[in-house]
């Protein structure tokens, strides 16, 4: 049961994010029984690929340019240093990496090309590969299906109609687009949004009623505590309860009873106590290791901790879907072989050049 119909409605959803906490907490709990294995919890970690310098004006975002905040641009990460860290997050117990770049849209160029390397260079390390790259085309997606990613995020963020008070730069419309385009490609859709952005509580169900009104709904739907960060226009934003996360993620469980309710940023606002509720609730991965992508996390240490306490494992790569095979990328190989063809004629030439000796002429 990818969605649960007993909750399609604004008002049915309403009533559930409403509900007395520890009865809607129990509800989450049953409904999490059924379809997951409630000692299981995914340790996913975040890798900004390409920082800052952003084009767009998602009003809660470090990253875009117009704002003064604290994050420097850097260039795309080189394909070697992407390899470190996800060796590096798998040590620690993460199964998924979920890389993401500062920008609007995929483009077709060689920082895309790049991509396309870094993803087969993680999948081949038996992780799950997430990318958030922005809004692409079906042909971006299919390359990137190719190249053995398992998950395209793209969040909506909030509902239709809050969504413009907080993003200008880019329609509702064309999120709904980048994450069709995902699925068109067969590559599983991770979408979910960000509370504490000022919106109602209808904003929040009314997130919850996109996914529940499309063809097919996110197979993970991360909920994030917004991390309010100075420079940005919601920078004094009021943090939220952290009874207000463990609603969310309780109604997300409910309404979607298969998906991966993914607890994700807020973690350093929340009490392990509050977070044990999440769990409880339904929340079936965290982000793992100190950043997310440019503000502080819990350590990798501190959540170990955390999961001994509360009897958590770990989750496995793949135990949701299938490892996808990386397959060689046309465009990369065309290029390949065009260098190789290069470097080839450049020897050919040397050689060339050695065997003719130039006629010595004297100066008198
Ligand atoms: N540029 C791409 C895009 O927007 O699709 C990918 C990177 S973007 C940083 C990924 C997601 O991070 C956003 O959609 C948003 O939901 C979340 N995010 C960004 N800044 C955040 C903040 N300050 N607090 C909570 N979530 C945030
Ligand atoms: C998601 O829903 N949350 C993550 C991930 N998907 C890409 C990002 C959180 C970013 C928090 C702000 C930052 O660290 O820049
Ligand atoms: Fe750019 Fe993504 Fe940040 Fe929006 S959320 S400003 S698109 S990096």
């Known amino acids: 049961m990818k969605v649960n119909p007993a909750y399609n409605t604004k008002e049915s959803l309403l009533e559930l994010y409403n509900k007395p906490l520890l009865e809607l907490v129990f509800e989450a709990a049953t409904v999490h029984r059924q379809f997951h294995n409630p000692r299981e919890v995914q340790m996913s970690s975040l890798l900004s690929i390409k920082t800052g310098g952003c084009p ?38 993460s199964s998924r990496l979920c890389m993401g770049a500062a920008w609007r849209e995929v483009r077709d160029n060689k920082d895309f090309d790049n991509v396309i390397e870094m993803v087969q260079a993680v999948n081949d390390l038996d992780m799950e590969v997430c990318c958030t790259l922005g809004m692409m085309n079906e042909d971006q997606a299919k ?83 917004l991390v309010a960060v100075e420079g940005t226009p919601l920078e004094d934003q009021k943090p939220i309860e952290q009874w207000e996360m463990i609603r969310m993620v309780a109604t997300t469980r409910i309404a979607f009873p298969e998906a991966t309710v993914r607890l994700s940023a807020g973690r350093t606002k929340m009490t392990m106590e509050g977070q044990a509720l999440c769990f409880m609730a339904g929340a079936g991965s965290i982000f793992a290791g100190d950043k997310l992508l440019t503000t502080p996390n819990p350590e990798f240490n501190e959540d170990k901790e955390m999961f001994q306490i509360l009897g958590l494992i770990p989750k496995e790569a793949f135990a949701d879907g299938e490892k996808p095979v990386s397959k060689p990328d046309p465009i990369i190989e065309a290029r390949k072989e065009k260098e190789a063809q290069r470097a080839k004629e450049l020897a050919e030439a040397k050689i060339a050049s050695a065997g003719f000796s130039p006629r010595k002429v004297t100066v008198s």
């Open 56 to 93: 767009e004006d998602c009003g809660y975002c470090p990253q875009a340019a117009r704002y003064h905040t604290d994050v420097e641009a850097h260039k795309l990460m080189t394909v070697d240093s992407v390899i470190e860290q996800a060796k590096n997050a798998k040590a620690n117990g």
């Open 143 to 225: 390359r990137l299906k190719n190249a053995g990613l398992f998950a395209y995020n793209h969040n909506l963020d909030s509902s239709k109609e809050f969504y413009g008070d907080v993003i200008s730069t880019r329609e509702y419309e064309d999120r709904l687009n980048t994450i069709d385009n995902a699925r068109k490609a067969g590559i599983t859709v991770c979408s979910g949004g960000i509370i504490g952005m000022g919106e109602a509580i209808e904003d929040r169900v009314g997130l919850l009623l996109s996914y529940m009104e499309m063809e097919n709904p996110p197979e993970s739907i991360p909920i994030n505590a």
